[in-house]
């Protein structure tokens, strides 16, 4: 089973990402203190074995924070997630789309946009369901 590995919150739009050992999610609006709010795209998800993958080319794998999701599992299979639940804990999470690798990628490692330009190698996002607390360490699961 795969777990949640890291949680970052992103103050404002194109900000740092800090890492938090757990975090408030509030149903339909997303990851308290994030600069995304409401919408589809209220939470970002990345796996890490995925980052892995699309990453392997370049040499060295950048450290997951760069890709500035919200969140980072060890191991989810993005590619068929669209319309799925994607539990977090008590928590869920419906899975919208795949989120596409922008320009900042290339700020980050020279190749990467086009790396993750795979079918779900950016990872995906998706609009949270419950009100809740998610951790470090919660086991995650995509039914």
Same mark, same amino acid.
């Given at each position: 089973?795969s777990?949640l590995?890291?949680?970052?919150?992103?103050?404002m739009?194109?900000?740092?990402?800090?890492?938090a050992?757990?975090a408030t999610?509030?149903a339909?609006? $997303?990851? #308290?203190?994030?600069?995304n709010q !409401?919408?589809? &795209?209220?939470?970002?998800?990345v796996?890490n074995? *995925?980052w892995e993958?699309?990453t392997?080319p370049?040499?060295a794998?950048?450290?997951?924070?760069m890709?500035?999701a919200?969140l980072l599992?060890?191991?989810?299979d993005?590619?068929?997630?669209r319309?799925?639940?994607?539990?977090? $804990?008590t #928590?869920?999470i419906?899975?919208? !789309?795949?989120? &596409?690798?922008?320009e900042?990628?290339?700020?980050v *490692?020279p190749g990467?946009q086009?790396?993750?330009?795979?079918?779900?190698?950016?990872?995906?996002?998706g609009?949270?369901?419950d009100?809740?607390?998610?951790?470090?360490?919660?086991?995650?699961?995509?039914?």
């Open positions: 089973m777990e590995t890291q949680i970052w919150i992103k103050r739009h194109k900000g740092p990402m800090d890492p050992p757990k999610v509030v339909g609006k $997303g990851l #308290v203190g994030n600069a !409401g919408g589809k &795209r209220q939470v970002t998800i796996s074995k *995925a993958a699309v392997a370049l040499g794998t950048p450290d997951p924070r890709r500035r919200n599992v060890s191991d989810i993005f590619t068929d997630a319309g799925k639940i994607l539990h977090i $804990g #928590v869920r419906r899975i919208y !789309g795949e989120t &596409r690798p922008c900042q990628m290339e700020a *490692a990467l086009h790396a993750m330009s795979v079918p779900w190698g950016g990872g995906a996002f609009e949270v369901l009100d809740g607390e998610i951790a470090v360490g919660d086991s995650v699961e995509l039914k």
